[in-house]
């Protein structure tokens, strides 16, 4: 139980063209999703947190206009970045929890952004 | 904001030995602690976690134990087999219910 998916596994985009991703609940209601980025060798830093129906709560540093989430529905959020550069090029990975206030987060396979 | 350290960095180990991550946090309200393995181009998994109101707790070769004293946490594995190998993080969450990561720690198991 607890699966959630991602989609893309993999992209590779131009430089200042836009991608999205999409982070799926396979077999659960996500009250909560989260978006973090990881860089090589590096840990996993916090994006912005989507509760379904209401704006994304940005951290600070992370660029809302470039970074735009969405999160339409109980079990998926995406996360579009937007007018990508190279420095953009990182792994992005979702993650949800089940209950709101639930301290677990289960986490997606993650999607390999390469911006050329 | 919370802050979680992580060592060691690398920690390289013979099959069969013991193998112990170390973490502290710095937000006293912060109550709950998982560790999550990551293999390499792959999300994170929660392999064991553990809450403010409880010590220690196992799970077959793995033990999480916790000291909210001092501010610190344990990951134990014990019996380590080359399928271990991975990047494990540790964090913390407390107020907003958000995870705060440590740099992570890259095991390597020697068959």
């Known amino acids: 139980g607890a699966v959630v998916s991602q989609h893309p596994s993999r992209v590779i985009c131009k430089s200042g063209t836009s991608v999205k991703i999409e982070c799926r609940s396979l077999?659960?209601?996500?009250?909560?999703m989260f978006w973090y980025r990881q860089f090589p060798k590096q840990s996993l830093m916090l994006m912005a947190t989507?509760?379904?129906?209401?704006?994304?709560?940005?951290e600070q540093g992370v660029e809302k206009d470039k970074f735009l989430i969405n999160h339409a529905s109980l079990t998926l959020s995406t996360l579009t970045v937007t007018s990508a550069h190279p420095e953009d090029s990182s792994f992005y990975i979702c993650?949800?929890?089940?209950?709101?206030?639930?301290?677990?987060?289960?986490f997606g396979p993650g999607t390999r952004l390469t911006v050329t | 904001g919370e802050n979680v350290e992580q060592h060691p960095s690398t920690l390289s180990v013979q099959e069969g030995d013991s193998a112990v991550i170390k973490c502290t946090y710095s937000?006293?309200?912060?109550?709950?602690f998982p560790w999550y393995k990551q293999e390499l181009g792959k999300g994170p998994q929660l392999i064991i976690d553990i809450r403010s109101n409880v010590g220690e707790k196992k799970d077959q070769r793995i033990a999480v134990t916790l000291n909210k004293t001092a501010k610190h946490f344990s990951l134990h594995i014990t019996e380590t087999q080359p399928e271990d190998s991975a990047v494990y993080f540790c964090a913390a969450s407390g107020a907003g219910n958000m995870l705060t990561f440590g740099g992570g720690t890259r095991l390597m198991v020697k068959p």
């Open positions: 937000d006293s309200a912060s109550n709950y």
């Open positions: 077999d659960f209601q996500a009250t909560t």
């Open positions: 989507s509760n379904e129906g209401s704006k994304a709560t940005y």
């Open positions: 993650s949800a929890s089940i209950l709101a206030g639930a301290y677990e987060q289960y």
